[in-house]
């Protein structure tokens, strides 16, 4: 098996965008390509990550549009859709792809528009993953979060405030992110004071509704030299799934899934959670940092609330989570997302992550579907 | 309100090809004229076309001689606690499908809310 490196990466302006998806997804993959000083035609495979184009806006199709749009007829293309974590496994798709020896250069380029929709219609879109039981009782992803935080405070008897420091967290990382939707520091007191969305949860807890597109560029690593002096190796990637009925899991505020992909990702890399030294966690809501730092590893179970509220995930802290801003901050667009926890990732572990840069060697990305129903941990090290 | 016993034992719901070790069902349980207990709930504020704002929502278990059984659905009240004793009340029309993203003819919409005892 091919060692695999990343040697490009973009991220498109997230947040209320003008450009519909295959404009997203262009812009994105083409300054990928010019990060990369790599001309179109060369790319072997492209795959596109994006849950819903049909859903919002009537456009299928997106894979084969995007390598007319950008030049890369006749490349092999597909479509990846694993809902909110459609980005890990286009990661997953494009590792495969050179790691199999399929392609020597795979474009990955995620994206979803979606801020046209009204916040009812895109929570529907995105509850349409949900089992029919569920669906029929209007249950969203957002509720989810609200019975499982509500478990989560009471279980471990951990304070209201540790979810908005949370936010207050992302919030602060995503001033330094000039491609952030947020760029503006938050106080405890502005979450916790913030509308209620789902109780116990207020929209401070909550992602925003977002456009956006973010590449990453793949080839085996003994030919990454070629296109960068500095470059990211994949050196741990793995998937699982959980019960697609949330309710059926033995205790709801174990992510079962994440456990899974997490140790498989480092056992491949040889590296246990304490080696990570920087970590893009899926926080499409507050409580799910918190579930994914104690799902693989990086605090105890009841803990992680506590790491957050000492600043041990801080810029500065001793382990830093979502210093892009995360989901919080960055903005959500559902398919872009795990593509630009890998951008961030690949930034910092080649230390081009501008004022965000924290001097990490080997970083960690976590992408989440569903409540956890599918999950794709990363692994990157700069060389 | 309808859960499957499967060969291993277990009882979960909703029903399923095959159950949690993979086994087939063996049977069925009726959970309709049970009680539960709540397990943890929520009140949605942001709810999709065709759900009823607020909606109030509930993980609970029921208990099967001896064997949990969860089920998550709507409440009758958001006055609730976590351990509260509630009962499934029918409801012909939980969410109107005529406005939602999912085709109507392509599953049921009646079911059961839980009712505080």
Not at chain 2, 30 to 49: G, K, N, Y
């Given at each position: 098996m091919t060692d695999v490196a990343v040697v490009g990466a973009s991220m498109t302006e997230f947040g209320r965008r003008e450009a519909w998806i295959l404009e997203l997804l262009a812009e994105a993959g083409t300054a990928c390509l010019e990060n990369a000083a790599v001309p179109p035609d060369a790319v072997d495979h492209l795959y596109v990550a994006n849950m819903a184009s049909g859903e919002f806006e009537g456009q299928t199709g997106v894979s084969n549009a995007l390598a007319q749009d950008i030049g890369a007829v006749p490349a092999y293309t597909q479509r990846v859709d694993q809902t909110s974590a459609s980005g890990g496994a286009g990661i997953y798709a494009a590792w495969q792809s050179v790691a199999s020896g399929a392609s020597e250069l795979t474009l990955l380029v995620g994206g979803e528009k979606m801020t046209h929709r009204t916040t009812g219609e895109s929570t529907d879109v995105i509850a349409s993953l949900t089992h029919p039981v569920e669906y029929k009782h209007g249950v969203t992803l957002p509720s989810f979060a609200g019975l499982t935080a509500r478990r989560y405070l009471e279980r471990f008897d951990a304070p209201r405030e540790s979810l908005a420091r949370v936010a207050v967290k992302n919030h602060r990382n995503g001033v330094l992110n000039p491609h952030a939707q947020f760029q503006e520091e938050i106080d405890v007191e502005t979450a916790m004071e913030s509308p209620m969305v789902a109780d116990p949860l207020r929209l401070y807890d909550f992602c925003p509704v977002t456009d956006g597109a973010a590449a990453l560029l793949f080839c085996p690593a003994d030919r990454a030299a070629e296109y960068t002096d500095d470059y990211a190796v994949v050196t741990g990637i793995a998937g699982a799934t959980d019960t697609h009925v949330v309710h059926e899991r033995p205790e709801p505020t174990r992510m079962s899934a994440v456990a899974d992909a997490g140790r498989d990702a480092l056992g491949m890399a040889g590296r246990d959670p304490g080696d990570v030294d920087v970590a893009e966690l899926h926080d499409m809501f507050t409580i799910l940092e918190f579930l994914q730092m104690e799902a693989l590893g990086f605090a105890p179970e009841g803990e992680a609330w506590r790491a957050v509220q000492d600043g041990r995930t801080d810029r500065d802290g001793e382990l830093p989570v979502n210093t892009s801003g995360g989901l919080k901050s960055k903005g959500h667009p559902l398919g872009a997302t795990g593509v630009a926890q890998g951008h961030e990732i690949y930034r910092q572990v080649t230390g081009t992550a501008g004022e965000r840069t924290v001097g990490a060697d080997v970083g960690l990305a976590c992408n989440v579907g569903g409540f956890g129903n599918c999950v794709t941990a990363t692994v990157m090290e700069g060389r | 309100m309808e859960a499957y016993r499967y060969e291993d034992g277990s009882i979960g719901?909703?029903?399923?090809?095959?159950?949690?070790?993979?086994?087939?069902?063996?049977?069925?349980?009726?959970?309709?004229?049970?009680?539960?207990?709540?397990?943890?709930?929520?009140?949605?504020?942001?709810?999709?076309?065709?759900?009823?704002?607020?909606?109030?929502?509930?993980?609970?278990?029921?208990?099967?001689?001896?064997?949990?059984?969860?089920?998550v659905g709507q409440l009758t009240t958001a006055d609730v606690a976590v351990g509260d004793e509630v009962r499934p009340v029918h409801c012909e029309e939980l969410r109107d499908p005529s406005v939602c993203l999912r085709e109507p003819e392509s599953q049921s919409w009646d079911g059961y809310r839980f009712e505080p005892v």
């Open positions: - | 719901h909703p029903g399923h090809p095959v159950g949690p070790d993979g086994g087939d069902p063996v049977g069925t349980v009726d959970l309709s004229d049970r009680t539960a207990e709540v397990v943890t709930w929520t009140v949605s504020h942001a709810t999709p076309p065709g759900v009823r704002e607020p909606n109030a929502l509930a993980i609970v278990e029921f208990d099967v001689e001896g064997t949990g059984v969860r089920a």
